[in-house]
């Protein structure tokens, strides 16, 4: 049994690991959303503040595994790879499928920055002006880098349902969440750019159709996108509305 | 023989694997500094721009070790830790190590946006408003966090001269460049806090004695800071200088 400590109220980094989790039916714990002795925010917070903790973690999320402490999402889902089958056996497939995973965390470290490009302690709403500069740039030029690369990625792996072969890995579940997420947070942008990355939103539809996948995300343990989380829908941060030509 | 590909004229996240091939004695070419055919930026743009190239990588540093291609700073990193004993052996203590690089990755990511905090593509001066405020809170909100975090860590680890143990890490390393880089772009601000991080300037200061990083650091392989690259010295971003009471 793993118990997931993060933040109870969004999905966050938090739901690259749920997804994994998900998919590879492995039993856990919820921490923070659970109520009571030794769980709640109160036994997440116990790990960040580290005291008697040997290795405490930076930042949430971060995984209990028997006895390990596992932090950095991208590291715990390296973890989750290769006990659960989420990523190849071989040394070449591992780093390949880690490097990828690296490179959407980028992804996300900029998709945070476009509602919060001047200080994570301050509110939105103090620093909206430059937000939508940032915002602008990012759906401009920094969606088409990311994006195309994966597209170009998966273009060249022609024949195989998912980037890595028949079955999903980790990354196919951090893409589909990535592509829920811009979706999401930019409906306008997105719906625009969709033609350019038919494979990226083929993939996105069969992580869907995944029966866990479908299952969980059907189920109270998905939490539903706020904008508390990474991916927010601030419309003036969005492209403007297509209008029809009457 | 190793081949490294990152821009020849600045430090940036390709010198976290300089300093581990250097500690290491691991002989590397330096790609995109050599002239001549299959050399130079363009042997680098080659392996971006991906014609032929079955898995290429987003961005630079990429390391060539036989037929591998590895992207992603912590991700070559991880690979060099373990060829290298640059890592604990132990699941646990390699999961550790990596997850402390990640973290270290997250600070750089910062440390580059505090000149960059709106776009990538822009240039410094289009954007310097924005960078004093992202600057300022930088130094008065994220510095203490992260730095604050790995004194912590250090501060556990007593008796050890390293982070893992008698020898030095690649986390190690990676920590000294970034007391190294923080030194240079903020000297006013890094002078004031020195003192609440004894211990990270200590490690700082036993990595820069290491022989074969002192030879490394006294050979033009260490390319100077400068302000292109991610560590840049913007006197209006650093704190004032003290003034001495008279």
Avoid: C
């Amino acid at each position: 049994m793993y118990a997931l400590y993060y933040w109870p109220t969004i999905q966050g980094r938090g739901e690259f690991i749920r997804l994994s989790l998900e998919e590879a039916d492995a039993p856990y714990r919820d921490v923070a959303r659970e109520s009571g002795r030794g769980a709640g925010v109160p036994a997440l917070l116990h790990f960040l503040q580290g005291r008697g903790i040997a290795r405490p973690p930076f930042a949430p999320p971060f995984l209990m595994a028997g006895r390990l402490v596992i932090g950095q999402t991208a590291n715990i889902l390296q973890f989750l790879g290769t006990r659960h089958a989420l990523a190849p056996r071989t040394e070449s497939g591992r780093l390949w499928t880690h490097e990828l995973q690296l490179t959407i965390a980028d992804l996300v470290a900029e998709v945070h920055d476009t509602h919060h490009p001047i200080a994570v302690d301050l509110y939105y709403e103090d620093q909206m002006k430059e937000a939508r500069r940032k915002a602008a740039d990012f759906l401009k030029n920094r969606v088409p880098k990311y994006l195309g690369y994966f597209e170009k990625i998966l273009a060249g792996t022609r024949g195989s349902k998912f980037l890595l072969g028949a079955k999903p890995s980790y990354v196919d579940l951090s893409l589909f969440q990535i592509v829920a997420g811009l979706s999401y947070a930019f409906p306008n942008a997105m719906a625009r750019a969709a033609p350019k990355y038919r494979r990226l939103f083929a993939l996105h539809a069969r992580v869907q159709e995944r029966p866990r996948i479908a299952a969980y995300l059907a189920s109270p343990r998905r939490i539903a996108f706020n904008e508390d989380g990474i991916f927010r829908r601030y419309p003036e941060l969005d492209a403007a509305r297509k209008t029809r030509k009457t």
